[in-house]
């Protein structure tokens, strides 16, 4: 049987993984990203807009697009910006490191599950960590977007809300 102490620490350390700020989003984000990132752009027209980030002023948004067209220096409103996503191999490897934790965990503990608790800590430990970097490792070789800004398309400045 699982140790129920062996159980704990893995689910603790995997929901370690997935904390951070749940701040809502504003412009003032999107104004802090580097020149030259990857970006992805939803429109509210639901075009959608794949390129290198060129500057970002108070009212738009000016990327070398790959997708849709390749079109250097597009220029968006802000206005009708939706959503912005810059590309993340953060939360794919994190997201990895916790799935690869916790299997390492629950099998090392079902595999030693009939030896004493003291002897248990060592193996739940390496193994743990052997399948956290592996799945850390996985995960990062995945793409990835970090959403930086997402509005309802009726929240998008210049656009009132629609009661129905």
């Keep these: 049987m699982i140790r129920p102490q062996i159980l704990l620490l893995g689910t603790l350390l995997a929901?370690?993984?997935?904390a951070r700020d749940r701040t809502p989003p504003t412009w003032s984000d999107v104004e802090r990203l580097a020149p030259g990132q990857r970006v992805r752009v939803l429109c509210?027209?639901?075009?959608e807009w794949m390129g290198r980030l060129?500057?970002?002023s108070a009212d738009s948004l000016t990327m070398d697009a790959d997708k849709p067209d390749k079109k250097p220096g597009?220029?968006?409103?802000?206005?009708?910006?939706v959503r912005v996503q810059i590309r993340s191999r953060k939360r794919p490897a994190l997201i990895g490191l916790a799935i690869g934790l916790a299997g390492g965990v629950a099998i090392t503990a079902y595999l030693a599950q009939d030896s004493k608790?003291?002897?248990?800590?060592g193996p739940v430990l390496?193994?743990?960590s052997m399948f956290g970097g592996i799945g850390a490792?996985?995960?990062?070789?995945?793409?990835?977007?970090?959403?930086?800004?997402?509005?309802?398309?009726?929240?998008?400045p210049g656009k009132g809300r629609t009661r129905r």
């Design 137 to 156: 490792g996985i995960g990062a070789l995945l793409p990835g977007w970090r959403t930086v800004l997402r509005l309802e398309a009726s929240d998008a």
């Design 15 to 18: 929901s370690c993984a997935f």
């Design 54 to 56: 060129k500057a970002v």
């Design 117 to 121: 608790p003291l002897e248990q800590v």
């Design 74 to 81: 597009v220029s968006l409103p802000r206005a009708g910006i």
């Design 44 to 47: 509210a027209d639901q075009r």
């Design 126 to 128: 390496l193994n743990g």
